[in-house]
């Protein structure tokens, strides 16, 4: 059962480009969560995400970053005309259906760097 | 809003010792408890689980505790080694947003 998966591990971008980071859960999991974490801070919640439904974006900046999970494919972390504020691992998780224990299982990221 | 206090930021000790991560969160409405580890540059690996309706949880060396009524657990990490050098990290899990604490960044000496 393969884990979570983020791509690109890796992703530098110029001012003003767009970036695009992509997540799938693992098998069976149908709710996705993204996390940010600038350099020498903590793990910052951004958005929950369940197929087609945003639960809860109380974290994303209100402006230039947008999430989705469509009904087939993986979870999209869209931020448009990136600035060097941005640049800061963004790490996914999922957990199972209807799971009480809401136990998270991670990604390795993704590592944005804005030039 | 959920606050999460890992204490102590950094600890430094030579290998061999035993030694207490804590933990404290200001709402106690949680499902469980989850413990994690990063290492640089790296992911965050799960190291223990602990349902709210358990007090502790063991694997191998690791022992967590859970206090959900006042707030609190702890990782107690026994004879410590070189390669539990890394950032712990505590999450009080809700249904959906989990707050992560700052972590414990942890060196063991050789």
New interface residues.
Partial sequence: NAGVMQNPRHLVRRRGQEARLRCSPMKGHS?V?W?RQLPE?????MV?LQKENI??E??MPKERFSAEFPKEGPSILRIQQVVRGDSAAY?C?SSPVGS??????????S?LTVL | KQEVTQIPAALSVPEGENLVLNCSFTDSAIYNLQWFRQDPGKGLTSLLLIQSSQREQTSGRLNASLDKSSGRSTLYIAASQPGDSATYLCAPLNAGKSTFGDGTTLTVKP
């Fill in positions: 709710h969560y996390y801070e903590g793990l910052k919640f929950y639960i809860d109380s974290g790490f998780a009480a224990t809401g136990e998270l299982f991670f990604g390795e990221g590592r």
